[in-house]
């Protein structure tokens, strides 16, 4: 089990990296992230692998959720949010650099807990996982700075309608920010 985590951490940020559809980025993202709850669960720690899966539910739905709401198929579409909501763009932005693992954000905290868990017994393994993840938040990474370097325009200042999606997406990347210290405890 502990090879196929290991493997699954890697093709998943090799594949990714490769990639200019968001839902195939994301999907092989998914791939990686198997791989660290399969490492946990290989070192009998089941509930701490349900727990990364349910962090990982949090911070993968609201994408899928804007995905299909602003119908984007490619990461340069992606720049569509902006010229509907500012604050949906940024909130995006950080459910993304969250997917991808970046301190201080949620997304690290799991793996920061796999990390202290593997390296008692299995170095190579955290070696594989850590090199897997570093691969996804590279290229995560890269959609973020697309995304916050591209020109795009705003529409006037009109009365905007506030939609469930645009609630859902903002709340979650919110606590997004302020969960990372209470997972810790």
């Known amino acids: 089990i502990m090879v196929m985590a290991g493997v699954n951490a890697l093709v998943g940020g090799i594949m990714g990296m490769n990639q200019s559809q968001v839902r195939t980025i994301m999907a092989y993202s998914s791939i990686g992230h198997i791989g660290w709850m399969l490492s946990l669960t290989a070192i009998y720690k089941p509930y701490i692998s349900i727990s990364y899966f349910l962090i990982y539910s949090i911070l993968i739905t609201p994408l899928f959720l804007t995905m299909m709401h602003f119908n984007i198929y490619s990461v340069k579409h992606l720049n569509k949010i902006a010229a509907k909501n500012l604050m949906l763009h940024l909130a995006v932005i950080i459910l993304l650099l969250s997917l991808g ?83 810790m405890m």
């Open 101 to 183: 693992g970046l301190p201080p954000l949620t997304g690290f905290m799991p793996k920061l807990v796999t990390i202290v868990m593997l390296m008692e017994s299995m170095q190579p393994m955290v070696f594989m996982l850590v090199a897997g993840s570093v691969m996804n938040l590279f290229f995560y990474l890269n959609i973020a700075i697309n995304m916050m370097s591209s020109t795009y325009t705003l529409k006037p200042l009109k009365p905007v309608k506030n939609s469930i999606v645009s609630a859902i997406i903002l709340a979650t990347a919110t606590v997004s920010l302020g969960m990372s210290p209470l997972i």
